[in-house]
């Protein structure tokens, strides 16, 4: 007796269509789910203290966030260890987009050499979501410094060796290893002042300190009242927050690039429809506050993962070496 296959044809099509509409019913729960992210708070921990830039440009970024997606991210302030224990608290955060950290050059690019018993690599753990600012570092100095330009400073410090004390946010910071590069680039021997955070600040202000490198929107309302003066910023173009300040590369050590960056990292693991959305919600944020942050002393970025990921090692790569060179270490 011969046997028909053809009348099995269309049953082996019907029960491969129900598998496929099995399949599909069973991913749609989770499509939905990712839809409509976010569906409850976002916490976006800042690892360091509130008032600082971190902060400033996350809680910027963040209320625009809540705007659109009509939920709240919450900033979320965990400093301490140079920005590790903030980092860290991410890194172990469920990777289901509901934990975010704005984090910057110091945690991303410097703390893994700086610190020599780090459990955790960000480059690894933390996955990029986006780049939000540049923030070139600006060298000032007290008013009573004889200088006004990167020439006259150069030759001063170079005349007076070890008369001149820079001020620092701490050890390793990009503060501290800005005006390190500088004075070995250009022969100068400094002094170097190590300070927790604001305190820097204050004492350049008092003039204990005759320079240091700071984060422009930490000093550019100092440097409006007179009360400091800029005379080069680190970045390798001018900064629009002040276009009229030369950098220090124009003024004859081109690859001299050193500052401070800005953006967003979530767990590794986080759904990539989940980064795919936080990029461009971020992207489509920063033209509202380009004037904002220009204004403070950011200039915005942008761009995609993949741009900021590579970025972001480059700047590894680029810091470890400095560090090194330096000699700084945190333990």
């Given at each position: 007796?011969?046997?028909?296959?053809?009348?099995?044809?269309?049953?082996?099509?019907?029960?491969?269509?129900?598998?496929?509409?099995?399949?599909?019913?069973?991913?749609?729960?989770?499509?939905?789910?990712?839809?409509?992210y976010?569906?409850?708070?976002?916490?976006?921990?800042?690892?360091?203290?509130?008032?600082?830039?971190?902060d400033?440009?996350?809680?910027?970024?963040?209320?625009?966030?809540?705007?659109?997606?009509?939920?709240s991210f919450?900033?979320?302030?965990?400093?301490?260890?140079?920005?590790?224990?903030?980092?860290?608290?991410?890194?172990?955060?469920?990777?289901d987009?509901?934990?975010?950290i704005?984090?910057?050059?110091?945690?991303?690019?410097?703390?893994q050499?700086?610190?020599?018993?780090?459990?955790?690599d960000?480059?690894?753990?933390?996955?990029?979501?986006?780049?939000?600012?540049?923030?070139?570092?600006?060298?000032?100095?007290?008013?009573?410094?004889?200088?006004?330009?990167?020439?006259?400073?150069?030759?001063?410090?170079?005349?007076?060796?070890?008369?001149?004390?820079?001020?620092?946010?701490?050890?390793?910071?990009?503060?501290?290893?800005?005006?390190?590069?500088?004075?070995?680039?250009?022969?100068?021997?400094?002094?170097?002042?190590?300070?927790?955070?604001?305190?820097?600040?204050?004492?350049?202000?008092?003039?204990?300190?005759?320079?240091?490198?700071?984060?422009?929107?930490?000093?550019?309302?100092?440097?409006?009242?007179?009360?400091?003066?800029?005379?080069?910023?680190?970045?390798?173009?001018?900064?629009?927050?002040?276009?009229?300040?030369?950098?220090?590369?124009?003024?004859?050590?081109?690859?001299?690039?050193?500052?401070?960056?800005?953006?967003?990292?979530?767990?590794?693991?986080?759904?990539?429809?989940?980064?795919?959305?936080?990029?461009?919600?971020?992207?489509?944020?920063?033209?509202?506050?380009?004037?904002?942050?220009?204004?403070?002393?950011?200039?915005?970025?942008?761009?995609?993962?993949?741009?900021?990921?590579k970025?972001?090692?480059?700047?590894?790569?680029?810091?470890?070496?400095?560090?090194?060179?330096?000699?700084?270490?945190?333990?």
């Amino acid at each position: 007796m011969t046997r028909d296959n053809t009348s099995s044809l269309p049953r082996r099509r019907i029960v491969g269509t129900a598998a496929l509409l099995a399949a599909g019913l069973g991913a749609w729960p989770h499509a939905r789910a990712q839809a409509a992210y976010p569906s409850r708070p976002v916490r976006v921990v800042v690892a360091f203290t509130a008032g600082g830039t971190t902060d400033i440009l996350a809680r910027a970024v963040a209320q625009k966030l809540g705007e659109k997606f009509k939920q709240s991210f919450i900033i979320d302030n965990k400093p301490g260890g140079g920005g590790n224990i903030g980092t860290e608290f991410v890194v172990r955060a469920p990777a289901d987009g509901y934990t975010l950290i704005v984090n910057s050059v110091g945690p991303m690019a410097v703390n893994q050499t700086l610190y020599k018993n780090m459990t955790y690599d960000p480059l690894t753990d933390l996955v990029p979501v986006v780049q939000i600012a540049d923030v070139p570092n600006v060298l000032v100095v007290h008013p009573d410094l004889p200088v006004k330009t990167l020439d006259e400073f150069i030759a001063y410090a170079k005349a007076n060796p070890n008369k001149l004390n820079y001020g620092s946010t701490g050890v390793g910071t990009s503060s501290h290893l800005s005006s390190f590069m500088l004075s070995k680039r250009v022969g100068a021997e400094t002094l170097h002042v190590p300070y927790k955070g604001a305190n820097a600040l204050n004492d350049l202000l008092a003039g204990r300190v005759q320079f240091m490198f700071a984060t422009i929107p930490s000093v550019i309302s100092h440097i409006q009242a007179g009360k400091l003066r800029a005379i080069a910023v680190s970045s390798p173009k001018r900064s629009r927050s002040m276009p009229d300040v030369p950098t220090v590369a124009e003024k004859g050590f081109a690859d001299f690039s050193a500052g401070s960056w800005f953006g967003f990292f979530a767990p590794k693991g986080t759904p990539e429809a989940v980064i795919a959305l936080l990029n461009k919600s971020v992207n489509e944020a920063l033209p509202s506050l380009q004037a904002q942050m220009i204004r403070e002393g950011a200039d915005p970025v942008g761009g995609s993962p993949e741009q900021f990921g590579k970025f972001t090692r480059s700047e590894y790569e680029k810091w470890k070496l400095i560090v090194r060179d330096s000699g700084a270490t945190a333990e």
